[in-house]
């Protein structure tokens, strides 16, 4: 049955419109229900919807090529995504996997604490990080590594002086060599600048002068070693490193949290620093998580890199050199499975010759974070004159013997 027509009256007359009332209480009825949808859409903190546009996502450029964003709910959800990536995955497979939200579209307001939060539960994340394991490779894919001796491999290496008892003259050889370091090849010379060099913040000014007019960058570590500093204080320091110039902070993640022998870690906790950080140190800034992988689970490295990748951070990293085991290539590879190709792996502790660095970038490493740096470039432009005589000798060999 047709619904009745709704008849207004006044003063004994039919309007012909209802009348100015009625049409302003309508008008705050759908004012009411349009800001109730708009809230609840925008704090609804859907990880996988969110974070599409974030400034301070995962394409951020690092250093030698652009980011293509394919973190671990992007490139194509993988298994869990299907034809249509919908679900996440570090997979392949699909197309248009979607993102972790990062933080700028994922988090909630800061809360009385000065931090950022999500409305994520402790059974939200443990899913989101059980994904993510359940979908890593069996076999994982071998990476190109640079000609030994190249301008391309010694961009992989950040040149590093973390001793506490540095001095400003190793600060200045540090810096010297970064800059100026020249390779005599067979044919001609090279100057080969490394990524950056990275010290502690007391010296940050220091390299930043001594690196005045070049193109390498000076990266500054922050928590360090232990990481168990206050998210206050890390961020006072990591805004004091970029003040003084530093363009890449190394940030110690505070494994311990993850280590909780008391149930779940406290996901959200994590999460709520690095986001923190990520929105008060903004890009072009480049941050890089320290995940201390010796003291950490298969399980809760995997955590840390979702945590990381969630932030909007650009790296994870391995080590600090100071806690245990360095890189290895196991870890190396685990870690660059879990972000992708949409954020960087940076290998550091235990580097010290070029098969080291070669094999941990084959793993997946796009940094190399090693005191060793010129050791390494030296012995490749070794490498790469013997395979030059090599080759020479071998052509002349063949050219003598068609004589015959």
Not at 48 to 55: D, H, I, R
Not at 99 to 115: C, F, H, M, N
Not at 352 to 363: F, G, N, Q, T
Request: glycine share 12%; aromatic share 6%; charged share 20%.
């Amino acid at each position: 049955m047709p619904e009745a027509e709704s008849r207004y009256v006044s003063n004994g007359h039919v309007l012909s419109s209802p009348p100015l009332s009625v049409r302003f209480r309508g008008f705050i009825d759908s004012t009411v229900l349009f800001l109730g949808l708009y809230l609840t859409t925008l704090f609804s903190l859907d990880a996988y919807a969110a974070g599409q546009a974030s400034a301070y996502n995962i394409n951020n450029r690092v250093k030698d090529g652009t980011r293509t964003g394919k973190g671990f709910f992007g490139g194509g959800g993988g298994g869990g995504g299907g034809s249509g990536g919908g679900g996440p995955g570090p997979g392949s497979g699909g197309g248009g996997g979607r993102k972790l939200g990062t933080v700028d579209q994922i988090r909630a307001p800061e809360s009385d604490d000065g931090k950022v939060h999500t409305g994520f539960s402790q059974d939200d994340w443990a899913a989101v990080i059980d994904a993510a394991e359940k979908k890593l490779p069996e076999i994982y894919e071998k990476q190109n590594a640079p000609e030994p001796g190249s301008v391309q491999l010694a961009k992989y290496i950040d040149h590093t002086l973390l001793k506490l008892d540095a001095t400003e003259e190793q600060i200045d050889q540090l810096c010297k060599e970064a800059k100026e370091y020249n390779f005599k090849v067979s044919v001609s010379a090279t100057t080969n600048i490394f990524a950056s060099v990275c010290v502690r913040l007391n010296y940050v000014p220091h390299a930043i002068n001594n690196l005045r007019g070049s193109t390498v960058d000076v990266a500054c570590v922050v928590g360090f070693h232990e990481g168990t500093q206050s998210t206050s204080d890390k961020v006072t320091e990591a805004l004091q490193g970029v003040t003084a110039g530093a363009s890449e902070l190394d940030i110690v993640l505070n494994h311990h949290l993850l280590n909780s022998q008391s149930g779940t870690p406290p996901f959200d906790e994590i999460f709520a620093e690095l986001a923190t950080l990520r929105s008060k140190v903004r890009s072009p800034v480049i941050l890089k998580l320290i995940l201390e992988t010796s003291q950490l689970s298969r399980h809760n490295a995997i955590a840390a890199c979702v945590l990381a990748q969630s932030a909007g951070f650009d790296f994870v990293k391995t080590s600090t050199g100071f806690n245990g085991q360095g890189a290895t290539l196991e870890n190396v590879k685990l870690m660059k499975a879990v972000v992708g190709e949409g954020m960087g792996v940076k290998a550091s502790g235990g580097v010290r010759s070029l098969h080291d660095c070669v094999k941990m970038i084959e793993a997946g490493a796009e940094r190399i974070g090693t005191s060793s740096g010129v050791a390494i470039m030296r012995e490749g432009v070794l490498t790469k004159t013997g395979v030059e005589k090599a080759e020479r000798s071998s052509k002349t060999t063949k050219h003598e013997g068609s004589d015959y």
